[in-house]
């Protein structure tokens, strides 16, 4: 089944969205409020208007809670595609920054303080453009 949104209408699809949050480049206790999506996967939390609105660090916080999920950033005019071999192709004028916290050793979301920074040790950002992909199984980015 084809199931697909735009801006908060791709945010709800996973079971955890981004209901909403601070932006900035920063990772901050208490910076970002999750809410229940749609529930259709667990694998993935999205924002949106990404680097245009400067979330990445709402996106981070929001890993910080659920690090079993791998962040996606979709930028404007720019689509995420995720095929039945759960891999995510790239189209559009933007990019997609793929967050994942798989590898996270260390973060002090429990012990930070709402308003205070989170150090958060381990996490592995990619930029994606038109032609590249990433693999939600096996966690590896790719280009064509």
Same mark, same amino acid.
């Given at each position: 089944?084809?199931?697909?949104?735009? $801006?908060?209408?791709?945010?709800?699809?996973?079971?955890?969205?981004?209901?909403?949050?601070?932006?900035?480049? $920063?990772?901050?206790?208490?910076?970002?409020?999750?809410?229940?999506?749609?529930?259709?996967?667990?694998?993935?939390?999205? %924002?949106?208007?990404?680097?245009?609105? %400067?979330?990445?660090?709402?996106?981070?916080?929001?890993?910080?809670?659920?690090?079993?999920?791998?962040?996606?950033?979709?930028?404007? %005019?720019?689509?995420?595609?995720?095929?039945?071999?759960?891999?995510?192709?790239?189209?559009?004028?933007?990019?997609?920054?793929?967050?994942? &916290?798989?590898?996270?050793?260390?973060?002090?979301?429990?012990?930070?303080?709402?308003?205070?920074?989170?150090?958060?040790?381990?996490?592995?950002?990619?930029?994606?453009?038109?032609? &590249?992909?990433?693999?939600?199984?096996?966690?590896?980015?790719?280009?064509?």
């Amino acid at each position: 089944m084809t199931v697909g949104g735009t $801006s908060a209408g791709a945010s709800i699809l996973s079971e955890h969205m981004i209901a909403f949050g601070d932006d900035g480049s $920063s990772a901050i206790a208490g910076s970002v409020r999750l809410a229940p999506g749609l529930g259709l996967t667990h694998r993935f939390i999205i %924002d949106q208007h990404f680097r245009q609105r %400067d979330r990445l660090g709402r996106l981070i916080t929001a890993l910080a809670y659920n690090p079993f999920a791998v962040g996606i950033g979709l930028d404007e %005019d720019t689509a995420a595609f995720i095929g039945p071999d759960e891999t995510l192709e790239v189209e559009g004028s933007g990019g997609v920054t793929v967050v994942d &916290a798989a590898k996270v050793t260390f973060s002090s979301v429990d012990s930070a303080a709402e308003g205070q920074p989170i150090c958060i040790l381990g996490l592995v950002v990619h930029l994606l453009t038109t032609g &590249a992909t990433f693999n939600l199984h096996t966690r590896s980015a790719s280009t064509s």
